[in-house]
């Protein structure tokens, strides 16, 4: 079964930073591209960053370029999202979700809380 | 980057009703639309790909159309399981985006 569990979520202090995983199983994690998508709470979907099945290529949104970077390790099943200067509108549910253009299937989440 | 528009942002309907949502993008990106469906506290779903194109298990109601800047999700006869959030996404060129969400509620 795919599965994907998304972990390091929490409450940060604006300015901070916080590393979320995500960790894959039941597929062949290298032969994938990888995404991370948002959703504030109450609000809808966000597209956030993606990563290539070779690692070589990344894409950000345009809110998160510059303080996010997406990374995988491939030995470890992995996906990563290291986020920096972090926002009171970086709140929210982080999914990974697998694809190189479809997402699916998706994490449970993890929730991260930008507040003093 | 692509903007996505879709209506009606919420929409009330009843068990047996056809319903159907629309999603219009700023450009033209052929049939690189996606649509997904959330319920609450859930992850999303991949319902259609490819504007038409039915995901593995998703039910016959569920059909797409469209193409270039205009599509639709269309659920032919409601059922209780269908009352959630469904979501346009664009896959044409980075970055994706996504609609602004439709709940279809009771």
């Known amino acids: 079964e795919v599965q994907l569990v998304e972990s390091g979520g929490g409450l940060v202090k604006p300015g901070g930073s916080l590393r979320l995983s995500c960790a894959a199983s039941g597929f062949t994690f290298s032969s994938y591209g990888m995404n991370w998508v948002r959703q504030a709470p109450g609000k809808g979907l966000e597209w956030v960053a993606a990563?290539?099945?070779?690692?070589?290529?990344?894409y950000y949104a345009d809110s998160v370029k510059g303080r996010f970077t997406v990374s995988r390790d491939d030995a470890k099943s992995s996906l990563y999202l290291q986020m920096n200067s972090l926002r009171g509108e970086d709140t929210a549910v982080y999914f990974c979700a697998r694809g190189h253009q479809l997402l699916q299937p998706w994490g449970q989440g993890t929730l991260v809380t930008v507040s003093s | 980057d692509i903007q996505m528009t879709q209506s009606p942002s919420t929409l009330s309907a009843s068990v047996g009703d056809r319903v159907t949502i629309t999603c219009r993008t700023s450009q033209g990106i052929g049939t690189w639309l996606a649509w997904y469906q959330q319920k609450p506290g859930k992850a999303p779903k991949l319902l259609l790909y490819?504007?038409?194109s039915l995901d593995t298990g998703v039910p016959s109601r569920f059909s797409g159309s469209g193409s270039g800047t205009e599509f639709t999700l269309t659920i032919s006869s409601l059922q209780p399981d269908d009352f959630a959030t469904y979501y346009c996404q664009h896959y044409h060129s980075y970055p994706w985006t996504f609609g602004q969400g439709t709940k279809v509620a009771i």
């Open positions: 490819g504007a038409s």
């Open positions: 990563i290539s099945s070779s690692g070589t290529y990344t």
